[in-house]
């Protein structure tokens, strides 16, 4: 369960953002809200699989306090997620970990460097209680013949195996790079599916692909690529916060033994917290805290910079997840009992 003790050392009162009862009142509306669409739902012995690109996390201007929380509260509704853009700063990972609590623990990344790197990192957070790490983790490296253009994929893909119940998997993590040449998405995507389908099969291991993989629609060229290498994509539907973008993804192979998709959803937390009806009271905050301090100007239209000054303090991105069976002990049981596991 994620921690809370520390709102406490906020300043009191529930009216004003950041104080502690402010906070409080947005965790709560965030806690029903998840228990809705994820927690009250979820079967026994399952596995909820999450993948979240956190906008800039924290290399651009620094979240408020109250945002680490309810980040924290989000993740602490997977039992294991994966986080794209990570910056190279890890004071703020950490902080979200210690807010996650002493359950919880994670890998991450080096930077990748680079205009194509982007100075990213890649992780992922785990809940101990219902996952563990089976001592295997690295980075994707292309071979030769696979090359883009004589190059690895830009941001190096992230892997590591684990377990929950049962289930046995490897989860890989990606950030496709972004630009206007959709055939360079695409053949990224492409290479990283394919080579992780050879291994699935190779090793008769689940894997899974997930992350921002920077797909625009269902029809593209980008989607093509990640269907086209066999893996199973359920439809989470737009991703980012226009409406317009399948972004995100969370794609499985169904090697080594049955992948049981239970349910997948997406979480928009607009709905709980930096809400539209809570601009005005974040106006004054965000003219202490601009974009751009020096300019000392202050924001020149703050109903319409509001959307996006709140995903610096959320996410551009809404996070996604899937749902997995882990208990498959009725079946073989009932195999070993009818003499078909002799």
Same mark, same amino acid.
Request: aromatic share 12%; hydrophobic share 40%.
């Given at each position: 369960?994620?921690y809370? !003790?520390?709102i ?6 529930s009216?004003v953002?950041?104080?502690s009862?402010?906070?409080a009142?947005?965790?709560l509306?965030l806690r ?7 927690r009250n739902?979820?079967?026994?012995n399952?596995?909820?699989?999450g993948?979240?690109?956190i906008? &800039?996390?924290d ?8 945002s680490?929380?309810?980040?924290a509260? $989000? $993740?602490d509704?997977?039992? $294991?997620?994966a986080?794209?853009?990570i910056k190279?700063?890890?004071g703020?990972? !950490?902080r979200l ?5 002493d359950n919880?623990d994670?890998?991450?990344t080096?930077?990748?460097?680079g205009? &194509? ?5 890649m =992780?992922?957070?785990?809940n ?6 089976r001592?295997?983790i ?6 030769r013949?696979v ?9 190096s893909?992230?892997f590591?195996?684990?377990?929950s119940?049962?289930?046995r998997f490897?989860?890989?993590t990606?950030h496709i ?7 360079l998405r ?13 291994? &699935? ?7 899974i ?5 920077? $797909?625009e ?7 093509a690529?990640l !269907?086209g &290498?066999?893996?199973?994509v359920p439809?989470?539907?737009a ?8 972004f ?12 049981r998709?239970?349910r997948?959803? !997406?979480f928009?937390w607009?709905?709980s ?6 601009? =005005?009271a974040y106006?004054q905050i ?6 751009k ?5 202050p924001?020149?239209?703050w109903?319409?910079?509001?959307p ?7 996410s ?5 997840w899937i749902?997995i ?7 073989y049981?009932?195999?070993? =009992?009818d003499g078909?596991g002799?």
């Amino acid at each position: 369960m994620a921690y809370y !003790k520390s709102i406490k050392d906020y300043a009191p009162g529930s009216e004003v953002p950041g104080q502690s009862g402010w906070i409080a009142q947005g965790l709560l509306r965030l806690r029903a809200d998840l228990a809705d669409q994820i927690r009250n739902q979820r079967r026994d012995n399952s596995l909820i699989v999450g993948s979240w690109n956190i906008r &800039a996390f924290d290399g651009g201007r620094s979240r408020l306090d109250e945002s680490y929380h309810y980040i924290a509260e $989000i $993740i602490d509704h997977f039992d $294991i997620c994966a986080v794209q853009e990570i910056k190279p700063d890890l004071g703020p990972l !950490k902080r979200l970990m210690t807010l996650l609590g002493d359950n919880w623990d994670y890998f991450v990344t080096d930077v990748t460097s680079g205009d &194509a790197g982007n100075d990213e990192r890649m =992780a992922f957070l785990y809940n101990r209680n219902r996952v563990f790490f089976r001592n295997l983790i690295g980075e994707v490296v292309l071979p030769r013949e696979v090359l883009i253009e004589g190059e690895q994929i830009a941001r190096s893909p992230f892997f590591a195996a684990f377990q929950s119940g049962w289930f046995r998997f490897t989860l890989c993590t990606a950030h496709i790079r972004f630009g206007d040449d959709h055939g360079l998405r695409a053949r990224e995507i492409s290479v990283l599916a394919n080579t992780l389908m050879q291994r &699935a099969k190779s090793e008769g291991e689940v894997y899974i692909l997930l992350g921002d993989m920077n $797909i625009e629609t269902s029809e593209d060229a980008m989607m093509a690529a990640l !269907k086209g &290498a066999g893996f199973d994509v359920p439809d989470f539907g737009a991703t980012n916060l226009g409406g317009d973008r399948l972004f995100d993804q969370i794609a499985f192979s169904g090697q080594g033994q049955r992948t049981r998709l239970l349910r997948r959803g !997406k979480f928009d937390w607009r709905g709980s917290v930096y809400r539209p009806g809570d601009m =005005a009271a974040y106006e004054q905050i965000a003219k202490d805290i601009r974009d751009k301090p020096d300019t000392g100007k202050p924001y020149s239209n703050w109903s319409r910079t509001y959307p996006g000054w709140c995903t610096h303090e959320m996410s551009d991105h809404l996070p996604i997840w899937i749902e997995i069976e882990v208990d498959y002990s009725d079946e073989y049981l009932t195999g070993i =009992a009818d003499g078909a596991g002799l």
